[in-house]
């Protein structure tokens, strides 16, 4: 079976190629010219061209992209599994659908299975992952998506931003729910519900939103690996990095960029966290 994943998983070009994932870029517009996230832009270049006034628009992959992309290995026979970025923040989940009806209309025996696992950024990442794992210990089909399913359903995610405004614009918040997080320079707390970005708490300062992070982690029994990413927030990612190392029982906790497509509706200053509710 061969994975698929797209470039919303903020998952690095070498981590793709090193686990033999197929990569699916979305593409990313700025200035009227087109990039393929990650391999034609960096995250630091979207950033620095947000600084710089700019807004990045985003796109999604096309179903004629992951048509390519899925024939050769219809045609030797493979299956196909691919793992996708929120179906309510992007349209790329459903071009996948479309390219694997399309081809099952030639190809009926075809295997081709697509996941909407509405998370976004490394909760995309972190499913991806442990699909991998799964994969190469041989877990076989049925198991395999229940254990996928699981981790869809337990995936947790946690973002803090500098400006609602930016997400507000980019149309995945909305505009009151901006405005509201702006009053009293309060810094917002925002998880990730059916696939949607919503706020969930507001805290003064940076301090206490980490300190809100974590409380979610305790009351979670967090005993696992864990993510942090960011866009040029490298200190504060630190910071909670440290916090958490000291207050929970978390195993790993990992610190990345955020990727270029998610880093163009963020903006910088993003923190976010994300981790497996094993609970559930």
Known sequence: MQLFADSCSD??????????????????????????????????????????GKRPLTSQANPEQFTDMFMPYVEKGESV???????????TYQS????????????????????DTKA???????IVERAHSYLERGIQKEELLA?????????RHFFTVDDLDYLAKGGRLSKGQAFLGGLL???????????????????????????????????????????ITHANAQKQAEQLQKKIMEETDAGSVKISMIGPTISSHTGNGTVALFYFNEGV
Not at 82 to 91: K, N, P, Q, R, V
Not at 99 to 115: F, G, K, N, P, V
């Open 185 to 227: 320079n309060i810094k917002p707390l925002l998880h990730v519900e059916d696939g949607r970005l919503v706020p969930l708490e507001k805290h003064r300062g940076t301090k206490k939103v980490h300190s809100s992070m974590v409380r979610h982690m305790q009351a979670d029994n967090v005993t696992g690996e864990v993510h």
């Open 11 to 52: 998952i690095s070009q070498q981590d793709f190629k090193e686990k033999e994932i197929e990569f699916v870029p979305l593409k990313i517009t700025i200035d009227d010219k087109e990039y393929l996230d990650q391999i034609e832009i960096s995250s630091q270049e979207v950033l620095d061209e947000i600084a710089d």
């Open 96 to 115: 996948a659908v479309i390219a694997r009806d399309t081809i099952l209309d030639e190809h009926t025996d075809a295997d081709i299975t697509i996941i």
């Open 147 to 155: 254990k996928i399913e699981n981790d869809v359903k337990s995936i």
């Open 81 to 91: 599994l691919y793992i996708a970025f929120s179906s309510e923040l992007s349209g």
């Open 120 to 126: 976004a950024s490394y909760g995309l990442g972190l």
